[in-house]
């Protein structure tokens, strides 16, 4: 069974600018949560969708938002790039939300210059 | 507002020894509580949650609502443990929207 994949790995942006960064879950998994690690705030939790809806979200400002597609590929982005978005942003997906069999994926390596 | 800490960053043991990785949260209700675990070049895994009971890879954890603790305890660590660990909390019976705690890089040594 393949596993969670990011793409694109690493990106290097400058500030104000926006990005779109991709993930796909595990076939059958409907959940897709989304998290940012950085070396100052640790892991922080984004938000999660389930069948294309948002259903929970942490405490981030608007200019990050998410979507989830049919096949629960889910997208974020986040707009207005600022330097304090450099960070490693992480997905994972579950078959039904919550921490149990959940999936993370390798990772996009987001750089705002 | 939920809060966990780490106290911390790094614990150095040798094989063999026991270890306790630390984690104390703030919380007014119930939490649910977790282990995650991230050995070199791989992605971050479930490790435990307090409701389970479980022991994983040798691991255990028990919620201490007293204490407000949920250290992971090893009675012998092995050198395979070396890894990052963290610690998160969630609201229990609710969404899992988790907070997580910095982190405590384990090495043991040979």
């Known amino acids: 069974k393949a596993g969670v994949t990011q793409t694109p790995r690493y990106l290097i942006k400058t500030r104000g600018q926006q990005v779109t960064l991709s993930c796909s879950p595990i076939s059958g998994h409907r959940s897709v949560s989304w998290y940012q690690q950085t070396p100052g705030q640790g892991l922080q939790f984004l938000f999660e969708?389930?069948?294309?809806?948002?259903?929970n979200k942490g405490n981030f400002p608007g200019r990050f938002s998410g979507r989830q597609f049919s096949n629960s590929r889910s997208e974020m982005n986040v707009s207005t790039l600022e330097l304090g978005d450099s960070a490693l942003y992480l997905c994972a997906s579950s078959l039904t939300g919550g921490p149990n069999e959940q999936f993370f994926g390798p990772g996009t390596r987001l750089t705002v210059l | 507002a939920q809060r966990v800490t780490q106290p911390e960053k790094l614990l150095s043991v040798f094989k063999g020894a026991p270890v306790e990785l630390k984690c104390n949260y703030s919380?007014?209700?119930?939490?649910?509580l977790f282990w995650y675990v991230q050995y070199s070049r791989q992605r971050l895994q479930l490790l435990l949650r307090?409701?389970s009971r479980e022991s994983i890879k040798g691991f255990t954890a028990d919620l201490n609502k007293g204490e407000t603790s949920f250290h992971l305890k090893k009675p012998f660590a092995q050198e395979e443990d070396s890894a990052m660990y963290y610690c998160?909390?969630?609201?229990?019976?609710?969404?899992?929207?988790?907070?997580f705690g910095r982190g405590t890089s384990l090495i043991v040594h040979p």
């Open positions: 307090h409701i």
């Open positions: 969708y389930f069948s294309e809806t948002q259903r």
């Open positions: 998160a909390l969630s609201v229990s019976g609710g969404s899992y929207i988790p907070t």
């Open positions: 919380y007014s209700g119930s939490p649910e």
